[in-house]
């Protein structure tokens, strides 16, 4: 996989490889890569569950859910 960064983003993710932060920028990369698809489930499962609060609310007053 070939990946594209901005040269500023680069020399931050060199920054944190030569303080010991991350082995590599492959490990630094892997590690980006894991949080963007945790909060991205996180995001999708909270816009969910208030979803689901929001209709059972609904449907306890009464009122239409569209």
Known sequence: MSV???S??????D??????IF???SE???YGARLAVL???RT?????EYAYRD??????RGKDVS
């Open 23 to 25: 082995g590599s920028r």
């Open 44 to 48: 999708h499962a909270r816009a969910e």
């Open 39 to 41: 909060f991205h489930q």
């Open 8 to 13: 500023g983003l680069i020399k931050e993710i």
């Open 4 to 6: 594209s960064l901005p």
């Open 15 to 20: 920054h944190l490889v030569d303080e010991k």
């Open 28 to 30: 630094a990369l892997r």
């Open 55 to 60: 209709t059972v609310e609904r449907l306890k």
